[in-house]
């Protein structure tokens, strides 16, 4: 993406990983946040001197531009580096840019070949697009966060931020596609992405299959185990768990063949996946009795792995960082801070043969002013003075902390 130039109008995470994204893979991108504290993950743990690790792994690689968005001053600057751009990403709720007079409308006619992508909580059009939107509104909306948790229990709060990540590179793949289709027409487009289509999209069984059904098969949360494949989810090996899938009508035999029972690979009641999930807590017993006769769980992960059976064992945090695969293939990897010196983050989504990654910095707050709108605007120095003075631009110097707004 060398020679293409990103504003991103965005905070916290979702809007961020699209132009994180874009950067990695050689984009200007050019972070215009709020004034005066900017984005509010510049606040968000861990912390080291006042310095977010957060941001600094949602952010690397883009340029800072602080500035006053509800002055007529400061919408005519986002304007004019519009007209100078190929890409603007934001993640306001709908109907806000519209408000700040930076509709679609208005950005399609001032720059015509610029790609407008936003990320947004519920997306554009529905009874509920003007809810503002995090991560587990999405989980919550779509069904997942029921779907989620112990068998008759509570629902489950995702761990990780998954929707937030997952929105991220689907508007990344937004973008990728309008660049492209810009190349054809010479018009730009209007990406739109949502957490709430996000989430919506991970069912992989359970919206086919209640419509399929006629509303009679209802998915409800099934606890460690998948509730239509059997045997496969998380097992008790000792003081851990493994994961053991069995998906593909070759898997049964193999997994039979590790835990000792050869002869129940096409015994009644255990040769089809509809027979065995008939008997769940039976064929789920089978393995947990096998796991219970094994020392170790690392053990088993390589008895079954020898069976060519799908599992592995659940790994905590440092264990996955650590783990000498994730660090062979760079899952994750280390970038380097001036505050923080080198800091363990997760590696790139999207692998390209021979590509070579970059030491991107996350910069400080309103950092890159003068010289973003010197070089992109043709500003000179008296007229950017002016600008600091009426408070319409605002860098380290003149930012206040504490204080985080955010435009509505």
Known sequence: MDGVRVIEMAR??????VAQLMAEYGADVIKVEPAPAGDPARGLPYLRDGRSGYFIQANRGKRSVCLDFRSDEGKALILDLVRHSDVLVESFRPGVLAEMGLGWEVLHGANPRLVLCSVTGLGYGGPLSHKPGYDTIGAAMSGVAHVSGPVGGPPMLPGPAMGDAATGVYGFGGVAAALFQRERTGLGEWV????LDTYMAFHEINVQAYSGSGGTQVPEASGNFHATVCPAGFFRCRDRYLFVACVSPGDW???AAAIGRPELARAPGYATNDERAAHREEVNALVEDWLATVADPEEAVRVLTEHRVACELIRTLPEAVTHPH??????VREVTDE??????????????AGMTERDLHAHELGADNRAVLREILDLDDARIDELEKAHVLQGPASRTPDLIEEPS
């Open 12 to 17: 916290v995470l979702a809007g961020p990983t």
């Open 192 to 195: 739109q992405v949502s957490l």
């Open 253 to 255: 035999p193999r997994i």
């Open 326 to 331: 994730n660090v062979a293939r760079r899952v």
């Open 339 to 352: 505050v923080w010196g080198s800091l363990t983050v997760p590696g790139l989504p999207i692998r390209f």
